[in-house]
């Protein structure tokens, strides 16, 4: 198959997204998870943005004058904060429902948020660029991860970053992320993930190099029941981030 016949949408997940989009904005609705794993996310994508754009973290509107795509970007969960944060964002979402529930909470919010109904393949051939790419728990819903990769990370200019996010393929990650998050704790609809659609570490570190990323850090992320939150961990069996910089022109 050759590039431009490939495709990066897996129909059945934008579907099944799609059906959920009225509660993207509900913290205790089907995407309650993702409001809990906010606040982490962002704290670690403001402060090693700020550390590779020599910027202070503490500041008002750290990220001013960055441009960030937010690539399966949803209901905006990080979209719009992200462009509080002083950036501009475009959040790109294959589904229609996604970016219409997006775009009518950024305006409701005072929020300025570029929403776009595209695909990363669209954004590319348009010539798109940005400073950076956040790849946030979307690789597990593509038809093709690697190509889906290769693509996103064309879009990173110079100097710039991409963080990935997603759940490790594990027997661990089997039984808490799947088993347990949607059978027993009722933290996800059942279905939201399937285990041979995980993606392991390396899985995205090879595409990512052949576009000229190099990784330059990684973390897992677990959730804390005592806490009632998540924190970064040196544990990446289950949930974990990526951090690519592109290190050489592309």
Not at 24 to 30: M, Y
Not at 215 to 234: C, E, H, M
Request: with cysteine; charged share 25%; proline share 5%.
């Amino acid at each position: 198959m050759s590039e431009t016949a490939k495709s990066t949408i897996d129909q059945s997940e934008v579907d099944r997204f799609s059906a959920m989009a009225a509660e993207w904005w509900s913290p205790t609705g089907k995407f309650k998870p993702l409001h809990k794993f906010n606040p982490v996310r962002l704290a670690y994508i403001r402060d090693r943005a700020c550390e590779n754009f020599g910027r202070d973290p503490k500041s008002g509107r750290p990220l001013e004058g960055l441009r960030v795509l937010d690539i399966g970007c949803g209901g905006g969960l990080l979209s719009e904060p992200v462009a509080r944060m002083g950036a501009d964002v475009v959040g790109a979402d294959p589904s229609e429902k996604n970016i219409g529930i997006a775009s009518t909470h950024a305006k409701a919010s005072g929020v300025t948020v570029d929403y776009r109904a595209v695909t990363a393949e669209q954004l590319a051939e348009a010539g798109e660029t940005f400073d950076i790419v956040l790849n946030m728990e979307v690789v597990e819903h593509v038809a093709d991860v690697e190509f889906f990769l290769s693509t996103c990370a064309k879009m990173v200019r110079p100097g710039g970053l991409m963080f990935v996010a997603t759940i490790n393929r594990t027997m661990k990650a089997a039984a808490l992320a799947i088993f347990a998050a949607e059978n027993l704790l009722r933290w996800l609809p059942r279905g939201t993930h399937q285990y041979e659609k995980l993606v392991r570490p390396e899985e995205i570190e090879k595409p990512l190099a052949a576009d000229g990323l190099e990784i330059i850090a990684r973390t897992g992320v677990f959730y804390s029941p005592l806490q009632d939150r998540w924190n970064l961990s040196k544990d990446m069996d289950v949930n974990y981030m990526l951090l690519a910089k592109r290190t050489n022109p592309s």
